[in-house]
């Protein structure tokens, strides 16, 4: 892929490597992730690659007990959005923890953890 390429499809591309990378706008320094065509904050386009920490918190989840039939074998699961160190808000997979009991995990912070999960997406763990 060429340097200059700043779609969803490189974004995936790192994450299936095990790295969490974003943009960052050239014009004002605002970090974006996933990737966009333009900056949120100024609207300009010109961006360059930066590795993302992966040091985040647990703003919200869910545990989805009735999935749609692409993830029915992976059922129950939770769905989160993570707020990164560095600013953006991702949705992800939250693992490593006991579905059954999950009222704890917004207490403590989450973190990035590359995993094999069927559906591709990013996954975080909390820090219990």
């Not at 969490?20 to 320094?29: D, Y």
């Not at 869910?62 to 939770?78: C, G, L, M, W």
Request: proline share 7%.
């Amino acid at each position: 892929m060429e340097t200059d390429d700043f779609s969803i499809k490189r974004f995936l591309k790192y994450i299936s490597e095990g790295e969490l990378k974003g943009l960052k706008c050239n014009k004002c320094s605002n970090i974006i992730a996933p990737p966009r065509l333009k900056c949120n904050i100024c609207g300009s386009s010109e961006f360059k690659w930066v590795d993302l920490s992966g040091k985040s918190r647990l703003l919200t989840y869910t545990i989805i007990h009735v999935p749609p039939k692409k993830f029915a074998s992976e059922s129950p699961y939770a769905i989160g959005i993570v707020q990164l160190d560095e600013g953006p808000r991702l949705e992800a997979r939250i693992t490593g923890f006991d579905i059954n009991k999950h009222a704890q995990i917004l207490k403590n912070g989450v973190e990035l953890v590359f995993e094999p999960i069927p559906s591709g997406i990013l996954s975080f763990k909390p820090l219990i």
